[in-house]
């Protein structure tokens, strides 16, 4: 599985757009670039998956670069609800045996 | 529709005893995966399974066993509990209609051994 490297910790401030990058020099050709956020005390909640270009979803968007050696993570106007860690994951396992970073601390505040 | 379940939600266990911690889906999940995260940590896999009979290792599996006797059940065995042990425990399950696609979690198992 591709090694990731993203920051330890973000901060930001209310209705702020938030962009987290992850890189992932060694990206496999049938690897997905995966995004979970996880709250204090809860498990890891899906965020948004892509394999190249750009994904949107209701919650995020995801960037890919045509190398596909980084991704970029964009939250639009985060509230204090989306202070959490966040975890950027590449490889092909159908979500299961999944190797998690430590992700970034994203702290927003008022 | 329940998710994934996992009991108890806190555990408070002494030095060489044994447990099980269980989990259940009711999403007619194939995969199964167990984690445990440290605090400031990252998750890591303990033990995963791709279906029911088949079990594998991952990340960080000693001192811990699995089984899968149904599609719905992955419980996790403690054989002798120890202080380095003690962690939260995420089970997370996922069907693979393709590669690549998304895990869902538990809330987790909070586990301390004296």
């Known amino acids: 599985l591709a090694k990731t490297t993203q920051p330890i910790s973000m901060d930001s401030y209310e209705g702020q757009e938030v962009n987290i990058t992850c890189s992932h020099n060694?990206?496999?050709?049938?690897?997905?670039i995966t995004w979970y956020q996880q709250f204090p005390s809860q498990g890891p909640r899906f965020i948004i998956q892509g394999y190249k270009t750009k994904v949107t979803n209701e919650v995020a968007s995801l960037f890919i670069p045509a190398d596909r050696k980084s991704s970029t993570l964009s939250l639009p106007r985060v509230s204090l609800s989306d202070t959490a860690v966040y975890y950027c994951?590449?490889?092909?396992?159908?979500?299961?045996?999944?190797?998690f970073g430590k992700g970034t601390t994203l702290s927003v505040s008022s | 529709n329940a998710g994934v379940t996992q009991t108890p939600k806190f555990q408070v266990l002494k030095t060489g005893q044994s447990m099980t911690l269980q989990c259940a889906q009711d999403m007619n999940h194939e995969y199964m995966s167990w984690y445990r995260q440290d605090p400031g940590m990252g998750l890591r896999l303990i033990h995963y399974?791709?279906?029911?009979?088949?079990?594998d290792q991952g990340e960080v599996p000693n001192g811990y066993n699995v089984s899968r006797s149904t599609t719905e059940d992955f419980p996790l065995r403690l054989l002798s509990a120890a202080p380095s042990q003690t962690s939260v425990y995420f089970c997370?399950?996922?069907?693979?209609?393709?590669?690549?696609?998304?895990?869902?979690f538990g809330q987790g198992t909070r586990l301390t051994v004296v």
């Open positions: 060694n990206i496999a050709t049938n690897d997905y």
């Open positions: 997370a399950s996922s069907y693979p209609d393709r590669v690549g696609t998304e895990a869902f």
């Open positions: 994951l590449v490889g092909q396992e159908a979500g299961t045996a999944l190797i």
């Open positions: 399974s791709v279906g029911a009979g088949i079990t």
